[in-house]
């Protein structure tokens, strides 16, 4: 007579997703330290300060033409520092104005939070009213078109961005590019412009991946 155990129950192991955080959040993180290493990266090509303020440094012009000539030396010398002093006007107008700074991080939020890093599976539900990709987008657009141009938001960052580049034009024109050390070789599209889309592009590319998956 042979003896037979007890019967095994069969045990699944169940994977708990609960632990795992949303891919919305790795890619916010992602895009986060993507932009912070971008920063740091122009940060560290900025010029010595002391170099851009030096007074026996600074004459003027004595035609338009050599105005025209020493922003364009300047800019290329110094366009990382020109472009912080364009930022630091920037922040000093919206900080004087709490309105419009908390209307511009209301408009910022509510891209990141409700469009760019929402998961796919938390549909967009506003008084009972679920929205969808589309809608959701459109939604934003139309939030900041009101925001920018029929508040003072338009208007403050617009004065902001003129003042700065208004004061980078007067260094520029004043002061004396002799001295400094001007790479030949150095690419024509290194401006304010191509700064500021290669950190954005950067940041952008390890949170284009994650957020497209939350789409399929």
Same mark, same amino acid.
């Given at each position: 007579m042979s003896s037979t155990g007890p019967p095994v129950l069969p045990i699944s192991t169940v994977q708990s997703t609960e632990s795992q955080p949303p891919i919305s959040v790795s890619a916010f993180r992602a895009f986060l330290s993507r932009l912070n290493d971008s920063f740091r990266n122009g940060i560290s090509q900025r010029r010595p300060w002391p170099e851009l303020t030096d007074r026996s440094a600074f004459s003027k012009p004595e035609s338009f033409s050599e105005a025209t000539l020493r922003i364009r030396k300047n800019y290329s010398y110094f366009r990382v520092n020109y472009l912080m002093v364009i930022g630091f006007t920037l922040a000093f107008s919206l900080l004087s104005h709490p309105f419009s700074l908390l209307l511009l991080l209301g408009l910022l939020f509510s891209w990141v %939070?409700?469009? @760019?890093f929402r998961p796919a599976d938390q549909p967009l539900v506003i008084f009972g009213r679920t929205f969808s990709d589309r809608e959701t987008l459109g939604i934003l657009i139309i939030l900041s078109v009101f925001v920018i141009f029929l508040t003072s938001v338009g208007s403050l960052l617009i004065s902001a961005i003129m003042v700065g580049f208004g004061l980078v034009c007067a260094h520029g024109a004043f002061r004396a590019p002799e001295d400094l050390f001007l790479d030949?070789?150095?690419?024509?599209?290194?401006? %304010? @412009?191509?700064f500021l889309g290669g950190a954005a592009s950067n940041a952008a590319a390890a949170a284009v991946p994650a957020v497209s998956a939350t789409r399929i």
């Open positions: %939070f409700m469009y @760019l030949e070789e150095e690419p024509a599209n290194t401006g %304010f @412009l191509s």
